[in-house]
């Protein structure tokens, strides 16, 4: 299952494990985008828009699609190597915090559907790769999990933003049909790549990122 169709038992866990009731707890994350409303970066539902567009194509949802891919063809021995990578390149400590924190959640939880590659795991595994190899150990297609695992970041951009009314329910859902291309587009791109393609040029966003460590009244955790 090369493409993006997924059918059957596939189909079934990856909406199990992207939906946001599995237990995860992405709800406490913003990815600094509390700190972009905050400092007025982002005033309404189209400047969200262009901030999740960016960061598809450069930002770090780029660069978890990049080592979700990369974790969905390497075997169990080399599982290790990306974990450290992905790790390492966190740009901040919030962010470091999040991608371990559910990674660790991710893990737990697809512990309901048994597999060799949860113990290959290392304890300390980002988000997307713990997810890229656990989709690919569950017979799932790389583009399938790539394309479920970006539309389910941005939808959980697109909550924290309503939640922090930068747009309502109606506006946020625009803003989601309308990144369908940048989805789609972000896919095509990290099935051909490698590590070397890593990388990402969003200042605005990494700066918000940290400057929400030191915010004072906060919603969320990043």
């Not at 007025?40 to 539902?45: I, S, T, Y």
């Not at 940048?182 to 990402?200: H, K, P, Q, Y």
């Not at 030191?214 to 955790?221: D, G, I, N, V, Y």
Request: contains cysteine; aromatic residues 6%; hydrophobic residues 50%.
């Amino acid at each position: 299952m090369d493409g993006a169709a997924v059918s059957g038992a596939p189909l079934l866990r990856l909406l199990a494990w992207l939906s946001p009731a599995f237990p995860l707890g992405g709800f406490s994350y913003s990815g600094g985008l509390e700190r972009a409303v905050h400092d007025g970066l982002l005033k309404h539902a189209g400047d969200l828009e262009l901030w999740l567009a960016t960061g598809l194509e450069h930002g770090f949802l780029w660069n978890d699609a990049v080592l979700l891919a990369a974790s969905h063809r390497v075997g169990d021995d080399d599982i290790g190597a990306i974990a450290a990578l992905a790790a390492a390149l966190a740009g901040s400590r919030e962010r470091h915090a999040e991608t371990l924190a559910l990674g660790a959640a991710f893990i737990t939880a697809a512990s309901a559907w048994p597999s060799p590659v949860l113990e290959a795991l290392p304890a300390e595994t980002a988000l997307p790769v713990a997810f890229g190899a656990v989709a690919a150990a569950h017979g799932i297609g790389l583009e399938a999990a790539c394309q479920g695992y970006l539309h389910a970041q941005v939808s959980q951009s697109i909550s924290a933003a309503i939640r922090l009314s930068l747009a309502g329910q109606v506006a946020g859902l625009s803003v989601l049909s309308a990144l369908e291309a940048n989805i789609l587009a972000a896919t095509a791109r990290a099935a051909a790549s490698s590590l070397d393609d890593l990388g990402g040029c969003t200042f605005r966003a990494d700066i918000a990122v940290l400057g929400h460590e030191t915010q004072h009244s906060r919603l969320f955790r990043s």
